[in-house]
C-alpha cells in the first residue's frame, strides 16, 4: 500500500540533499502522478507546510529559464529524525 501523497513527499526528503517541487513532481510521478492532488501547487502547499513547522527548511532560490521563482527545500538532520520518527520505513 502506497504512503499517502504528502507523506511520501516527506519522506522523500530524508533520501535527497534537496529539491524543488517541480523535482518532486518527476521524482515521484510514477507512483503518484495519477493522484488528483498531484500538481506543482499540491506538492508546494506540502513543501511551504513543512517549512512553517520546522520539518523542511528552504535551500535555496534561483530563477528558470521564465524567469520564475523556483525554490528549492532540504531536510535538516532534526527535520529528517522528525520525519523518519512519525514516518517508518
Do not use: Q, W
Not at 41 to 59: C, F, P, Q, R, Y
Request: charged share 30%.
Amino acid at each position: 500500500m502506497k504512503k499517502p501523497l504528502d507523506c511520501a513527499i516527506l519522506k522523500l526528503f530524508t533520501k535527497i540533499e534537496e529539491a524543488s517541487p517541480g523535482d518532486v513532481l518527476e521524482m515521484l510521478k510514477s507512483d503518484y502522478g495519477n493522484m488528483r492532488p498531484f500538481t506543482k501547487k499540491g506538492v508546494s502547499d506540502v513543501l511551504m507546510t513543512a517549512v512553517v513547522n520546522g520539518i523542511l527548511e528552504e535551500a535555496h532560490y534561483e530563477l528558470d529559464k521564465n524567469d520564475d521563482l523556483v525554490i528549492y527545500y532540504r531536510a535538516n538532520e532534526e527535520g529528517r529524525a522528525i520525519i523518519n520518527r512519525y514516518l517508518p520505513d
